[in-house]
């Protein structure tokens, strides 16, 4: 039988409804069967907490007295990088940031790197961040220097704004070449000396939804400890890549566009992170609600690890190409087992994203729907799927004269 959100809200409201995270829902289905299941749970919570580059804050720091014009000038803080040519005192620092005119900014393998994402951390923490300005004055906005400190408890506004998050499935990393090479998808040694993989698995939000049934424009969801929402497909949002008979994509697919206010979220589940001869990052906790609405959306969630494959890509040659020639697919389980074969070798794995604290996110957004205090969200719009004509690009670079 069929349900709607807003009936699955009624049951909310009314603390009758049946939540299940991604992982409970597996057992659940096998046991009692997929039409049986969808009678009765109402919502599984999901989750993933990894290193989300394309993460950033934004915020209106409030005027000074004289008022300054911080756009088209310079803002740091902490010493990072930060961008105001939005308006007077709109302020937004993207993770990974850094100091242009630090000396440093080759990010020599083994250094540590105070960046953006390491900002959003500290703001969301309440502590009190550096703010340095040079402007160069007008006459409504006449001082030129501004040197202060913030807090977010002071700020006007202050937003989480990530363009791309949540990523649908991701490469395998490994480096065939005879040097160790440094990575977003971290350090990877020479001569297959490692793999490291970047995904919750069975409890990923878009491999539990994979074809954008529930999951849409306007979608509340659990973002950094607080409530956030889906804005729009992420940049670099791939619908269109192979898939397999349970609609897993093979490879990198969709992404999420999220926004949600950093005053409600927690510096525990925004961790600025520095990786080895790459730079800064910020580690996101996200948590969407699957509604259950049908048999079909039940049989989604109830994926295995065993049914989830990505391809195992030599970063030396392959990068950026993510639909990059293959070196061969593994699943998910066999990367949790913590070892898989490649050309013939045993590779030790690794995870760059945190299973325990995908479960404990999908965990305590199942709370906050048990306890009433998170409805579901009507999308306002579907995003892109395998059939639109929506894919993503390479640049295409033209010669300059």
């Not at 937004?92 to 900002?119: C, M, Q, S, W």
């Not at 259950?292 to 391809?311: G, K, M, N, P, S």
């Amino acid at each position: 039988m069929a349900k709607t959100i807003a009936e699955i809200n009624e049951r909310i409201k009314k603390g009758e409804a049946v939540v299940v995270t991604a992982e409970e829902i597996i057992d659940i289905v096998e046991k009692e069967g997929a039409e049986k299941a969808a009678e009765k749970v109402d919502v599984v919570t999901t989750g993933t907490f990894g290193p989300m580059c394309s993460s950033a804050a934004y915020f209106n720091i409030g005027h000074s007295k004289p008022r300054i014009k911080l756009g088209g000038g310079r803002v740091l803080l902490n010493g990072v990088e930060a961008y105001a040519g939005l308006a007077a005192v709109d302020v937004i620092i993207g993770a990974t940031a850094l100091d242009p005119e630090d000396p440093r900014n080759k990010v020599y393998p083994g250094e540590f790197r105070y960046g953006g994402g390491h900002v959003i951390q500290d703001l969301a923490a309440g502590k009190d961040v550096r703010l340095t300005a040079r402007a160069y004055g007008t006459d409504c906005y006449p001082r030129r220097e501004l040197e202060t400190y913030i807090n977010i408890r002071d700020l006007n506004e202050a937003v989480l704004f990530n363009p791309r998050n949540a990523y649908q499935n991701y490469n395998c990393a490994v480096n065939l070449s005879d040097e160790i090479i440094y990575t977003y998808m971290g350090a990877l040694k020479p001569d297959l000396g490692n793999a490291n993989y970047c995904s919750a698995g069975q409890l990923s939000p878009l491999l539990n939804d994979p074809l954008y049934k529930t999951i849409g424009i306007g979608t509340r969801i659990f973002l950094g400890g607080g409530v956030g929402y889906v804005i729009g497909p992420g940049t670099q949002h791939a619908p269109g890549v192979k898939r397999g008979e349970n609609g897993v994509p093979l490879a990198p697919a969709g992404t999420l566009a999220l926004q949600g206010d950093l005053k409600q979220m927690s510096p525990k589940w925004l961790v600025g992170a520095s990786f080895q001869g790459y730079g800064a990052t910020l580690v996101v906790g996200v948590g969407v609600p699957i509604p259950v609405l049908d048999e079909e959306i039940v049989r989604y969630t109830a994926v295995r690890d065993e049914e989830i494959f990505t391809q195992i890509v030599d970063y030396s040659v392959a990068y950026p190409n993510l639909q990059a020639e293959s070196l061969g697919k593994v699943s998910y389980a066999e990367l949790k087992s913590g070892s898989i074969r490649i050309q013939g070798k045993e590779v030790p794995t690794a995870p760059l994203s945190s299973y325990p604290k995908a479960r404990e996110i999908a965990e305590i957004l199942k709370a906050w729907i048990s306890e009433g205090r998170f409805l579901l969200t009507e999308p306002l719009a579907s995003l892109p799927g395998p059939e639109d004509d929506y894919a993503f690009k390479p640049l295409k670079e033209k010669a300059v004269v």
